[in-house]
């Protein structure tokens, strides 16, 4: 079997980690939390998970929250440096579902690159999501597919699957992007090495604990992202 690594960044998710790293030590796989010094004792609440399931939890404290990009590099270079042959990134909000983690390591076997997709069928978002919500992400993709000709229906997605190839084939250490342009810049990284990239559907569910870390400066920064990509300023393979 291979080894599988989730790698979850974190800053203020002590009310959700818990959970979701339960619902993830059901499935065979490991666990990588990224955490940015949260000043709510995430990174206690990690400790303790780490305690508890030894070997199979791990946690990368940093010192400074220096945006979601930085934490995944940090996380993902972590797994693959610990051995790690598929490397998942997901969100700690419990926004994306465990229950796809089994279809998305097969089919990532198979190619190499999976997106948990809200876009291809099958796949939704929230209910809770007020139209001007829903309107905004589906402008977002429309926007970057647009700009980048991705080729993808979930160009913003953040629930992944890796092959570790994959991971080296873009160079993952000079990706420079932070915060959700950080997506951007991988999806397009990939398919400019010519990798193969799969979508399957999910259910993309608000929040139920915390706040959201979506702020003018990330909206600005991911308008900008694809601009810079496109004209050679992203440092793109």
């Given at each position: 079997?291979?080894?599988?690594?989730?790698?979850?960044?974190?800053?203020?998710?002590?009310?959700?980690?818990?959970?979701?790293?339960?619902?993830?030590?059901?499935?065979?796989?490991?666990?990588?939390v990224?955490?940015?010094?949260?000043?709510?004792?995430?990174?206690?609440?990690?400790?303790?998970?780490?305690?508890?399931?030894?070997?199979?939890?791990?946690?990368?404290?940093?010192?400074?929250?220096?945006?979601?990009?930085?934490?995944?590099?940090?996380?993902?270079?972590?797994?693959?440096?610990?051995?790690?042959?598929?490397?998942?990134?997901?969100?700690?909000?419990?926004?994306?579902?465990?229950?796809?983690?089994?279809?998305?390591?097969?089919?990532?076997?198979?190619?190499?690159?999976?997106?948990?997709?809200?876009?291809?069928?099958?796949?939704?978002?929230?209910?809770?999501?007020?139209?001007?919500?829903?309107?905004?992400?589906?402008?977002?993709?429309?926007?970057?597919?647009?700009?980048?000709?991705l080729?993808?229906r979930?160009?913003?997605?953040?629930?992944?699957?890796?092959?570790?190839?994959?991971?080296?084939?873009?160079?993952?250490?000079?990706?420079?992007?932070?915060?959700?342009?950080f997506?951007?810049e991988?999806?397009?990284?990939?398919?400019?090495?010519?990798?193969?990239?799969?979508?399957?559907?999910?259910?993309?569910?608000?929040?139920?604990?915390?706040?959201?870390?979506?702020?003018?400066?990330?909206?600005?920064?991911?308008?900008?992202?694809?601009?810079?990509?496109?004209?050679?300023?992203?440092?793109?393979?």
């Amino acid at each position: 079997m291979p080894k599988v690594v989730v790698v979850v960044p974190t800053y203020n998710e002590r009310e959700n980690l818990p959970v979701l790293v339960g619902q993830l030590l059901a499935l065979d796989v490991h666990v990588l939390v990224v955490d940015d010094n949260s000043p709510d004792g995430t990174g206690e609440v990690a400790d303790k998970l780490v305690a508890d399931a030894p070997g199979r939890v791990g946690v990368l404290h940093r010192t400074a929250k220096d945006g979601l990009g930085r934490a995944y590099v940090a996380g993902m270079t972590r797994a693959l440096d610990e051995g790690a042959d598929v490397v998942i990134q997901m969100d700690a909000d419990l926004s994306h579902p465990v229950s796809v983690i089994p279809l998305m390591v097969s089919t990532v076997l198979e190619s190499d690159v999976v997106l948990g997709s809200r876009y291809v069928t099958g796949g939704s978002t929230a209910a809770e999501w007020p139209w001007h919500r829903k309107a905004l992400s589906a402008w977002a993709n429309f926007y970057v597919n647009a700009v980048l000709r991705l080729g993808v229906r979930d160009a913003t997605a953040g629930f992944k699957a890796w092959r570790a190839s994959a991971l080296r084939a873009i160079d993952l250490g000079s990706v420079r992007s932070n915060g959700y342009s950080f997506q951007v810049e991988m999806n397009h990284r990939a398919v400019r090495a010519g990798l193969r990239i799969a979508e399957v559907p999910i259910r993309f569910e608000e929040r139920t604990e915390g706040a959201s870390k979506m702020s003018l400066g990330v909206q600005v920064e991911s308008a900008l992202t694809p601009w810079k990509l496109l004209l050679g300023r992203g440092k793109s393979k």
